[in-house]
């Protein structure tokens, strides 16, 4: 598998969304990199703040993983409408504010 995405399983709603999509991301080639498990071997704090993935041997980070990620399942219709302008900023924005505002002050799996 080359495609890769990288997400904190601590995090309830990172977490929800993850295990939800898992198989079907995982037939269509997808791994799942869990930061917050014992043997992850990077450094977290570059993975903390939002969500990593690595697609066609390029890094992405945000909601850009979030669309190549849902892009390789099959729905690129979905993908192609986040991608319109005004949609976009839209949904930029909404990831930007659960991310740096929401995020941080959840409670964690221990």
């Avoid at 269509?28 to 990593?52: L, P, Q």
């Amino acid at each position: 598998m080359s495609d890769k995405v990288y997400y904190d399983e601590s995090c309830y709603v990172c977490s929800l969304e993850i295990n939800t999509i898992r198989e079907r991301a995982e037939a269509c080639g997808i791994e799942f990199v869990d930061i917050s498990a014992d043997d992850f071997d990077g450094n977290i704090d570059e993975f903390e703040k939002e969500m990593i993935g690595w697609f066609d041997q390029k890094a992405t980070k945000g909601p850009e993983t979030f669309r190549l990620m849902y892009e390789k399942m099959g729905f690129s219709k979905a993908v192609y409408f986040s991608r319109l302008p005004v949609i976009r900023s839209l949904f930029d924005t909404g990831y930007y504010i659960f991310a740096y505002g929401i995020r941080p002050y959840l409670p964690r799996r221990k």
